[in-house]
């Protein structure tokens, strides 16, 4: 078959759609933020593709009751990359365990690598005999290279490179400070603070100074449970590192990974650490740039000095690593976490795997392949995607990206808008006719038919003189050259530059630490102001990084950093349970008559508590037992996925029962809670920024990077706090069309019209155009970047010949 037919689509807000899909192109899915995009490509032509394929295997699958669509044909094996779906929370996962790198360089040093003696430290020879003294050595095998085998690993990090401390001079600041003080200062949740308070109920009013040694041991640190050695009981560090790990949150400094003394981060032990190539140990190739380390393997392999296995296993590396640099990865060493990358870098490093195993006649969907990376970095991601097509595979990609659209051989637009106003195919067709297609939201902007509201930026700012601005003093955090540079106040500034070339370590890691410290604050999201003896206290340094300090603090308020962390991982975490409008809901249908009369609580319309269904338990799926350790999950034949019991389903509010709710999107709740002023406060911010299309009931983590930000963003907003307070952004465009990035520009001009501040780290040109200054990182990834190349206005850094990104901007003023 030629293309792929579907007939009648209707799933989420699909409005049954008929579609054909031309088979060994380049297709890309496009339309607003929410207007059925994912739904198309991911729900129905991926799910559906691996079920089919699974089918033909004789693999049992997901049985659902749920109707997609009324037919569909010409599907085949189908590969999704999709940027919720490929995150990885395991620390031990890097890019080079990903790629395999990491163990092709184990085998390599196990076979060419020269030991040096452990008694004198020069190298041995082939018949592994110090030709100085005389002792023999034993050869190690690959499992010694590896940091994540026992042989392998350095002992006192586990393999980890590094290892938590507490900083007990900022946890107990005096004597006097009492175990109370001490776990408020900690900041643990609700439920896990009482169940401390009960552990430790005899020590809550003694100062912590006074605690029995063994006691203090306990309460920081844990004791053992016998039933379970690897479960500590409950204590601070517990709370530091969740925090830690889910969010990168040191906690105001009080918890902190400090290198490894034994290792000093490599990860491997004192054996493998004693064997060379080209003067290296393994563990120094994997705190290398990828960059870097192309260079090295290059050199290595032009000596001439390995066997014929050496030698082609090196050949093997290096096309690995040249695919890397083309995918725009080389500013990222072999350690680097997976759990640390973006949802860019995540996909370009699962897109070059595929290139390299060079299949052909599948489906591969790939959700926003070109996020993160700098205008400048497109070219080469491109190339890789059109390379996959010329395989003879069908790539669909679901994007806004002008670059990829204008690529596209074939473009399916769907809107006309989010959510219930969109899900219709608007369009289909070539680039040339989308830009003249009227109805197309989409082409209406790329046509430039409808310009982007961009702000009346202010042109007058002169950063040398006395005005209100922060300034970071001696930044050298991860590749940062000790930099100095000020932000002005009262206006929106950009931080820009290619990828890894600072922006996160100058903002996230070293500004918001500092401003952390200076407010000592540990919540990531709470407004932080600072007490009356600290005003005068201008200048804050770290203590871990001598030199870094932050000058202009007393200028704010406080601060709210709003980052692309994940806003939950758990799968009952819900959107409007995370912006804290769920149990005012739940109040509400406990008001009810029906409600009254059953004397039925908030809690029974919850599917956590006694609003459950009795079968499922509130998950609205069933587990079904295959035989050994197999299982699949049905929906539940009780509630039919609707997770809550009949009960709770009894009670309606204007009609709507809880689960009615649940379906709703923001834009339909905007209008059923009209008379809640309570409820509609953040709900109105989210429609504002282009969310108007998430349900009420969308579960957190299935959330993408860009979409969680934008609803800690309104969440923020929704507060209505006063002026003076600084808000840090991360890539908040993530996902958004150019219709809902101006709704976007537009909100965060608001910000600064009240009296605020708005740092904003973006690639998109249309932001940045829109920003008052824009301060640019470079000139390239990792250890070529960290210096600042270029400062100023748009129409400034469009005139610097120095900056990558002036080129891409534009300085036109019109008042939005």
Not at 51 to 74: A, C, M, P, R, W
Not at 82 to 109: D, E
Not at 283 to 304: P, V
Not at 469 to 492: E, F, Q, R, Y
Request: aromatic letters at 6%; one cysteine or more; a neutral charge.
């Amino acid at each position: 078959m030629k293309n792929i037919t579907i007939e009648g689509a209707r799933l989420h807000n699909l409005k049954e759609i008929d579609i054909s899909i031309p088979k060994n192109k380049l297709v890309v899915i496009t339309g607003i933020s929410g207007s059925g995009k994912s739904s198309l490509a991911f729900d129905i032509i991926f799910e559906e593709g691996r079920k089919q394929y699974l089918q033909s295997l004789g693999v049992f699958t997901l049985i659902t009751e749920e109707n997609k669509f009324d037919h569909i044909s010409g599907l085949g094996p189908s590969i999704a990359v999709q940027q919720n779906i490929i995150r990885q929370s395991n620390p031990r996962s890097t890019v080079g365990t990903k790629t395999n790198i990491l163990n092709m360089l184990a085998v390599l040093w196990a076979a060419e690598g020269k030991t040096s003696c452990s008694s004198c430290g020069t190298l041995v020879d082939d018949d592994m005999t110090c030709p100085k003294c005389g002792m023999i050595e034993e050869r190690l095998f690959a499992g010694y290279f590896s940091y994540n085998n026992p042989n392998g690993m350095c002992i006192k990090c586990s393999g980890r490179g590094a290892y938590f401390e507490i900083n007990m001079q900022k946890l107990i600041p005096n004597e006097n400070t009492t175990l109370d003080e001490v776990f408020q200062k900690a900041g643990p949740t609700p439920g896990y603070q009482r169940l401390l308070n009960k552990k430790f109920k005899d020590y809550l009013k003694m100062p912590f100074s006074k605690i029995p040694d063994e006691v203090k041991a306990d309460i920081l640190y844990g004791q053992y449970v016998k039933s379970n050695s690897q479960n500590r009981s409950y204590c601070l560090q517990r709370i530091f590192e969740g925090r830690y790990l889910r969010n990168g949150d040191n906690s105001g400094g009080i918890y902190r990974l400090s290198v490894c003394s034994d290792c000093q981060g490599f990860r491997i032990g004192e054996e493998a650490r004693s064997v060379f190539l080209n003067g290296k140990h393994i563990g120094e190739l994997g705190k290398m740039t990828i960059n870097k380390l192309q260079n090295f393997i290059s050199d290595l392999l032009n000596q001439n000095i390995l066997a014929d296995m050496g030698t082609n296993l090196l050949k093997d590396i290096l096309i690995k690593i040249n695919g890397l640099n083309k995918a725009r990865l080389g500013h990222l060493s072999l350690y680097r976490e997976m759990s640390t990358l973006s949802g860019g870098e995540l996909q370009r490093l699962f897109l070059n795997s595929h290139l390299e195993s060079k299949m052909d006649s599948l489906i591969y969907i790939l959700d926003e392949p070109t996020a993160g990376l700098h205008e400048s970095e497109k070219t080469e991601l491109l190339k890789s995607i059109k390379a996959l097509k010329e395989l003879g595979n069908t790539v669909i990609v679901v994007e806004h990206d002008k670059n990829t659209i204008q690529m596209a051989d074939h473009i399916i637009d769907i809107g006309p808008k989010a959510g219930v106003e969109g899900g219709e195919i608007i369009y289909q067709g070539d680039v040339k006719g989308l830009l003249e297609c009227r109805s197309s939201i989409t082409g209406q902007y790329l046509s430039g038919k409808v310009e982007m509201p961009t702000r009346k930026t202010n042109q007058k700012i002169d950063i040398k003189k006395d005005i209100p601005k922060l300034t970071i003093w001696h930044a050298k955090t991860n590749n940062l050259k000790d930099v100095t540079v000020s932000l002005p106040l009262g206006a929106m500034v950009g931080i820009a530059g290619v990828s890894g070339s600072g922006k996160s370590s100058l903002i996230s890691d070293t500004l918001s630490t500092l401003l952390k410290g200076y407010f000592n604050d540990s919540s990531e999201h709470a407004e932080t102001i600072p007490e009356e003896n600290e005003i005068e206290d201008v200048l804050f340094t770290t203590p871990e990084k001598i030199g870094e300090k932050v000058e202009g603090a007393e200028h704010l308020s406080g601060y709210v950093e709003v980052s692309q962390v994940p806003i939950g991982r758990n799968i009952n975490s819900n959107v409007i349970s995370y912006i804290g409008i769920w149990n005012k809901i739940r109040k509400l249908f406990a008001k009810q008559p029906q409600a009254v009369t059953q004397n039925l609580t908030a809690g029974h319309f919850s599917f956590n508590s006694k609003g459950a269904c009795s079968v499922c338990g509130g998950s609205g799926q069933e587990k079904i037992w295959l035989g050994g350790n197999f299982f699949i999950h049905n929906i539940c034949n009780e509630c039919h996925g609707k997770r809550y019991n009949d009960e709770a389903l009894s009670v309606c509010y204007k009609g709507k029962n809880i689960v009615d709710l649940l379906e709703m999107t923001v834009t339909e709740a905007l209008a059923f809670f009209v008379d809640h002023k309570a409820i509609l406060s953040t709900l109105k911010v989210l429609a504002r920024i282009g969310m108007g299309y998430i349900k009420l009931g969308q579960p957190t983590p299935t959330l993408s990077g860009g979409e969680a930000q934008r609803i800690k963003l309104a969440k923020e907003i929704g507060r209505q706090r006063k002026g003076n307070i600084l808000y840090v952004l991360d890539e908040p465009t993530l996902g958004l069309s150019l219709y809902d990035t101006a709704k976007l520009i537009l909100l965060l001009s608001e910000l600064v019209a009240k009296g605020n501040s708005v740092v904003i780290i973006e690639h998109d040109p249309e932001v940045l155009s829109a920003c008052d200054w824009i301060i640019e990182l470079g000139p390239n990834g990792g250890a070529e970047g960290g210096n600042v190349i270029a400062e100023g206005s748009a129409k400034a850094l469009k005139k610097n010949t120095q900056s990558l990104t002036g080129r891409y901007l534009q300085c036109q003023e019109i008042t939005g």
